[in-house]
Every structure is written in structure tokens, then in C-alpha cells.
């Protein structure tokens, strides 16, 4: 992996855990507090433990937007300085995290980590603060029935919507073409199992019968008898509230059994640029739903494609997209009420800003509602002659929808 050239990253011990502190300049490397050439945000992330694979990837977006932000001026002409700690996929170590941010370190802003699990301790810290909150990967209900007010998800939709196209696209096929049957496998992770159970409860109330309905813990790895389940099942659509290396085990798992489904959704992993060889280059079919193409035109895109791409040697992907956004869904609201620091009064200003306009990123034009819900849709890709494009729907489509999934 390559850190973008305009970032120095320091290694510091900071309570137990490890914190990355993205400086932008030559001059000191604090770790925290931006002094008056500065502007400080404080960011936990996992960086180990069960969801340190993604986390990496959203270090990867929050560095290049800061890297790009000070080639390009800076926020209010200072530069952005990145406080960033491993919460090593802890809901307790990510609280003392941004207690130690928002108290010790005395940051100016705050950026949300990956995983609900992870946004809603956090969420509650930011509040008891009165920091505004904006993260890229909090996508489950829970995240919007705690009361936060000072929350936004920075990408389209959340994750009960995320194959609401591609529930649209089964319901309008002739009914004799559609699946009959379908098995669920969720990890228990909050977003996880509200992209899988989102698409149930479309199916379900179009007749589609559940035959399998799997739940299993996060660091499992045996993915045998719950694989053995699901080909016993024979269902014609296998759908995966998955992250990615669990994923990755029960696709294997699926494959040494030869299931052979006609239709299989997975969450997060195959947008991962790992995923490919992973599971043996047998890809052609496999469904996900995306908020992010680096092929979209919207008008920052571009750019963000073309600076990511030149720092890290590869596109971005929808976890390093989704923390680019955050920091633009930052930015607009300090830039427009000209204000960037831990006082009350600046933080409520941000937080009020966002909940009335509307803001232009990578993955589109963003609005929420009271509770931080945006008000968009997720697309639809797949796996179509190797590559992954997007398919639904069809006025975005950069391939076209296969109907039924070619063996793994």
C-alpha cells in the first residue's frame, strides 16, 4: 500500500492502542489540538480486529482527502491535520477514543469510524460533546433510532435500502423467471444483516420462500455447516449479509460443495480489489449493491479518482469514497458557516447547516433526513465478463443484468 506522498504517518503509542497521526507539513507532529495554521480532526478507526480489512480502506480515503485538501488550499486556508487511532474493531475502545480526541487531544472536527457497531458508541460521545458526527459506514436502522441529532451518513442510502433496485428488477420479471426460494447467511453486525434482511422482506412479500436463515458471529471463520445448510437447500437465490473475509470463507465453502445457485448477492466484499482471487476468479454473476462507481460523473469525482489513483496505484473503492465524502460533507458545512473548532456554539452551526442543504460529492448529492438518513439509493453491480459493473438501474447501467449466475 502506498501512503499518499503529502502525508507523513507517525506511529505513536496512545493508550494501548495504535494511533496514526496523518501530518501535513514538515514541521511538528503533534498528535492533536490544531494550532492557528491548523485545523485538527480526530478519527478512530479499526485497523485490527474483525473489521480492520474496510477500516483500512476508509484510512486510506480520510488520508487522500487531506492530502488533497492542503495541495488544493486547505479548509478555511489552514491545513488539515489527521489524529488517527485503532480502535481495533472495539465498541468500547472506539468510546475512549473519542473521549481521549475530543478531551486530551483537543481536536478541532471529528470524523465517524467503520462499522455500526463502531458509529453508535461513537455517535453517543460526539453528542454528549455536541461535536458534529458525520461517518461513512454506519448504515444499519439503529444508527437512526438513537436520537442523534448531530449524525449523517455520508453515502446514498441506508442499509434496509441498499437492493431496493435489485428487489425492483426480481419483482418485474415474469413471475415463472423469478426465484422461488432463497437462503439467508448474516453476519451479526447491525449493517450486515440489514442489507441481507432489506432485500427478506422484499422477496418475502413477493412469495419468495426462506430456507435458510443464518446468523453467525463476526470472527467466524467455519463457514462448513452453515455452507452444507444453504446447498442442502438448493435455493434459487443466495443472499450474504456479509463483510469481506467471511464472504470470501463461505463462497469457498459454497464452491467445494458445488451449490450452484442462480442468483447470489454478497455485501461489501466484492467491491474489494482482493476479492477476485480470493475465491478463485469464479466471480461471473455475483451480485452487490454499491454507492460509489469511479466512474461516476459527478463533477468531484473525477478528480477524486485521479488523485487517488495516482497516490495509491489503483481506483478507489466505495469504503475509500465514502470517507472522501465525509470530508467534503465536512467541508461544505465549514466553509459555509466559516467556522472549524470544539466551541459549542461553531459545532451546532455545522450540525444545522447539513440538516437544510444539500451537498455535492463523489457519490452524488447528498441531503439527510432529521435522524441523519440520506435521502438517496444504492445501485446495483455485478460481475459481468470479469469486471464488476454497475447493472441496475438500468439509466446507470455500464452492463447488462445477468439473470442467471454462471457456476463457481
Given at each position: 500500500m502506498k501512503v499518499p506522498t503529502s502525508l507523513r504517518?507517525?506511529?505513536?503509542?496512545?493508550?494501548?492502542?495504535?494511533?496514526?497521526?496523518?501530518?501535513?507539513?514538515?514541521?511538528?507532529?503533534?498528535?492533536?489540538g490544531g494550532d492557528d495554521d491548523t485545523i485538527s480532526i480526530g478519527i478512530s478507526l479499526p485497523l485490527t480486529g474483525d473489521y480492520s480489512e474496510p477500516g483500512k480502506g476508509v484510512q486510506q480515503g480520510y488520508e487522500a482527502w487531506a492530502a488533497w485538501m492542503n495541495e488544493n488550499g486547505g479548509l478555511l486556508g489552514k491545513e488539515v491535520e489527521l489524529t488517527i487511532l485503532d480502535d481495533q474493531s472495539s465498541a468500547d475502545r472506539v468510546a475512549a477514543d473519542y473521549e481521549k480526541l475530543i478531551n486530551s487531544d483537543g481536536v478541532d472536527l471529528i470524523f465517524g469510524p467503520f462499522s455500526t457497531r463502531l458509529v453508535v458508541p461513537a455517535a453517543q460521545v460526539a453528542q454528549d460533546y455536541g461535536f458534529l458526527f458525520v461517518e461513512p459506514a454506519g448504515?444499519?436502522?439503529?444508527?437512526?433510532?438513537?436520537?442523534?441529532?448531530?449524525?449523517?451518513?455520508?453515502?446514498?442510502?441506508?442499509?434496509?435500502?441498499?437492493?431496493?433496485?435489485l428487489a425492483d428488477h426480481i419483482e418485474a420479471m415474469p413471475p415463472a423467471q423469478r426465484p422461488k426460494t432463497a437462503a439467508y447467511a448474516a453476519m451479526d453486525d447491525p449493517f450486515a444483516m440489514g442489507t441481507a434482511y432489506g432485500l427478506k422482506a422484499r422477496l418475502e412479500e413477493m412469495g419468495v420462500k426462506t430456507v435458510v436463515?443464518?446468523?453467525?458471529?463476526?470472527n467466524t471463520t467455519d463457514f462448513s455447516s452453515i455452507a452444507a445448510k444453504v446447498a442442502d437447500s438448493n435455493a434459487d437465490i443466495m443472499v450474504g449479509g456479509t463483510q469481506y473475509q467471511d464472504a470470501v470463507n463461505l463462497i469457498l465453502a459454497l464452491q467445494q460443495l458445488d451449490y450452484q445457485p442462480a442468483m447470489a448477492a454478497f455485501s461489501t466484499a466484492p467491491t474489494n480489489p482482493e476479492?477476485?482471487?480470493?475465491?478463485?476468479?469464479?466471480?461471473?454473476?455475483?451480485?452487490?449493491?454499491t454507492g460509489y462507481t469511479p466512474d461516476a460523473t459527478y463533477p468531484s469525482n473525477k478528480e477524486f479518482v485521479e488523485f487517488y489513483t495516482a497516490e495509491y496505484g489503483d481506483p478507489p473503492g466505495e469504503d475509500q469514497a465514502n470517507a472522501w465524502t465525509t470530508g467534503q460533507v465536512v467541508a461544505a458545512a465549514v466553509e459555509a458557516v466559516d467556522c472549524a473548532d470544539p466551541d459549542p456554539e461553531c459545532?451546532?452551526?455545522?450540525?444545522?447547516?447539513?440538516?437544510?442543504?444539500?451537498?455535492?460529492?463523489?457519490v452524488g448529492p447528498l441531503t439527510w433526513d432529521s435522524e441523519g438518513r440520506p435521502q438517496g439509493a444504492h445501485m446495483i453491480q455485478q460481475y459481468v465478463d470479469g469486471k464488476i459493473r454497475i447493472v441496475l438501474p438500468e439509466d446507470q447501467a455500464e452492463a447488462e443484468f445477468i439473470a442467471v449466475k454462471p457456476p463457481w
Open positions: 504517518i507517525t506511529a505513536l503509542a496512545v493508550a494501548g492502542s495504535l494511533a496514526l497521526t496523518g501530518c501535513i507539513s514538515s514541521g511538528d507532529s503533534g498528535g492533536g448504515a444499519a436502522p439503529e444508527v437512526f433510532t438513537q436520537g442523534f441529532d448531530n449524525l449523517f451518513y455520508a453515502a446514498p442510502a441506508v442499509a434496509d435500502d441498499h437492493y431496493d433496485y436463515d443464518e446468523v453467525y458471529p463476526p476479492f477476485p482471487e480470493a475465491i478463485g476468479d469464479k466471480t461471473e454473476g455475483i451480485l452487490s449493491p459545532q451546532q452551526q455545522l450540525i444545522d447547516w447539513l440538516h437544510e442543504n444539500e451537498v455535492e460529492t463523489v
